[in-house]
């Protein structure tokens, strides 16, 4: 049987592409591993699904000073043996690595054993894990045409981000139900990314009531960051976490508010959701959803608010720009040829894989 070691984490965008693959790579009979850290977020992910998991040890990569930093490169070594006995043991056909830091020994370790590698970047730019995985590549999938001066030339191939089919199969009247909503007003769906944006939260619930008016509110605020005092608002429901039935929110969402990151809009482009996108700022990202942000406005799919304009006011005038303006984005959206990611980048395994 051919088998397939999948590494990526630290957070879910660096998981969710590759179990978006996982069902395409059981029908072409590969045996999956998964390489991850020993406590992150993506051992619990992977396990859920019944696949063997490999946890390692591993360091963050930071861009400032931490203690941890003198600490970190000792572990990432020990992970680099720890992954050589991985192949050595499991001897994989191939490995597929969707970045973060977990994946910066196991891509070396699988290209000294001979083990051809590919990398998938979802960002306008490369990120550090990737960067220091990119000369060991043999081939690198990404989700911008931008992207493409930033890689190696000839390794790089444009494929989009994979998307788990679940999400393409939501009910809107399941959704309705869930949420309580009892009237036909267009819904706006808030998205903060995975660990939820308190800034995003703190000015939708100051311009709560106003949007209330003309729209239903579901808001996925992020763990902890729940906003007690606008519990029980008619038409507005909030949740830390959303997993099953995600899919349903998204298909009764009209649009979407939302972070910017890769993966998230990715996420927007395939299912035509028109959206209000709020990239982190310079002061907290290296700037990564900023790109992303300007590269879908200029591509007509989304509206961009800048996380250093984001008032009350302008939030609210984003959402009814952008609901006006709906089948504009819709529209643009439909030319968007990056729908067959899981196809592209599953026939790029088989091919590197014999």
Same mark, same amino acid.
């Given at each position: 049987?051919?088998?397939?070691?999948?590494?990526?984490?630290?957070?879910?965008?660096?998981?969710?592409? *590759?179990?978006?693959?996982?069902?395409?790579? #059981?029908?072409?009979?590969?045996?999956?591993?998964?390489?991850?850290?020993?406590?992150?977020?993506?051992? #619990?992910?992977?396990?859920?699904?019944?696949?063997?998991?490999?946890?390692? %040890?591993?360091?963050?990569?930071?861009?400032?000073?931490?203690?941890? *930093?003198?600490?970190?490169?000792?572990?990432?070594?020990?992970?680099?043996?720890?992954s050589?006995?991985?192949?050595?043991?499991?001897?994989?056909?191939?490995?597929?690595?969707?970045?973060? &830091?977990? !994946?910066?020994?196991?891509?070396? $370790?699988?290209a000294?054993?001979?083990?051809?590698?590919?990398?998938?970047?979802?960002?306008?730019?490369?990120?550090?894990?990737?960067?220091? $995985?990119?000369?060991?590549?043999?081939?690198?999938?990404? *989700?911008?045409?931008e992207?493409?001066?930033?890689?190696?030339?000839?390794? $790089?191939?444009?494929?989009?981000?994979?998307?788990?089919?679940?999400? &393409?199969?939501? @009910?809107?009247?399941?959704?309705k139900?869930?949420?309580? &909503?009892?009237?036909?007003?267009?819904?706006?769906?808030?998205?903060?990314?995975?660990?939820?944006?308190?800034?995003? *939260?703190?000015t939708?619930?100051?311009?709560? @009531?106003?949007?209330?008016k003309?729209?239903?509110?579901?808001?996925?605020?992020?763990?902890?960051?729940?906003?007690?005092?606008?519990?029980?608002?008619?038409?507005?429901?909030?949740?830390?976490?959303?997993?099953?039935?995600?899919? @349903?929110? &998204?298909?009764?969402?009209?649009?979407?508010?939302?972070?910017?990151?890769?993966n998230?809009?990715?996420?927007?482009?395939?299912?035509?959701?028109? !959206?209000?996108?709020?990239?982190? %700022?310079?002061?907290? %990202?290296?700037?990564?959803?900023?790109?992303?942000?300007?590269?879908?406005?200029? !591509?007509?799919? %989304?509206?961009l608010?800048?996380?250093?304009?984001?008032?009350?006011?302008?939030?609210?005038?984003?959402?009814?720009?952008?609901?006006?303006?709906?089948?504009?984005?819709?529209?643009?959206?439909?030319?968007?040829?990056?729908?067959?990611?899981?196809?592209?980048?599953?026939?790029?395994?088989e091919?590197?894989?014999?």
């Amino acid at each position: 049987m051919k088998k397939i070691v999948l590494t990526g984490g630290g957070t879910a965008g660096h998981v969710t592409p *590759n179990i978006a693959l996982i069902p395409r790579l #059981k029908e072409l009979g590969y045996e999956i591993h998964y390489v991850g850290s020993y406590d992150g977020i993506e051992k #619990k992910l992977i396990e859920e699904l019944g696949i063997p998991y490999h946890g390692i %040890s591993s360091g963050k990569l930071r861009r400032y000073f931490d203690l941890n *930093n003198f600490i970190d490169p000792f572990r990432v070594i020990r992970g680099y043996f720890q992954s050589k006995k991985i192949m050595k043991t499991l001897k994989p056909n191939i490995v597929f690595s969707k970045g973060g &830091f977990v !994946s910066v020994p196991v891509t070396r $370790a699988a290209a000294k054993k001979k083990v051809p590698v590919i990398l998938h970047e979802s960002d306008m730019t490369p990120g550090l894990a990737n960067r220091l $995985a990119l000369k060991k590549a043999n081939r690198i999938c990404c *989700n911008f045409p931008e992207t493409i001066d930033n890689l190696p030339k000839g390794k $790089a191939v444009v494929t989009g981000t994979p998307i788990r089919a679940e999400l &393409f199969s939501g @009910d809107r009247e399941a959704a309705k139900r869930f949420c309580g &909503f009892t009237d036909d007003k267009p819904v706006v769906l808030f998205i903060g990314g995975s660990t939820g944006s308190q800034i995003i *939260n703190e000015t939708l619930s100051a311009c709560l @009531d106003e949007l209330l008016k003309d729209f239903n509110i579901i808001h996925l605020c992020g763990k902890g960051k729940a906003i007690a005092k606008n519990n029980g608002k008619p038409g507005y429901v909030q949740y830390e976490y959303i997993k099953k039935e995600l899919s @349903d929110l &998204f298909a009764l969402a009209d649009i979407a508010v939302s972070r910017a990151g890769a993966n998230a809009i990715c996420e927007l482009l395939a299912l035509r959701k028109p !959206s209000v996108l709020i990239p982190l %700022s310079l002061a907290a %990202s290296r700037g990564d959803q900023i790109l992303n942000a300007q590269s879908f406005e200029k !591509s007509g799919y %989304s509206y961009l608010l800048k996380e250093e304009d984001l008032t009350p006011e302008t939030l609210v005038k984003a959402i009814n720009d952008t609901f006006r303006d709906r089948e504009k984005y819709i529209s643009a959206m439909s030319t968007s040829h990056q729908s067959d990611a899981i196809n592209l980048i599953t026939d790029m395994i088989e091919k590197l894989a014999k």
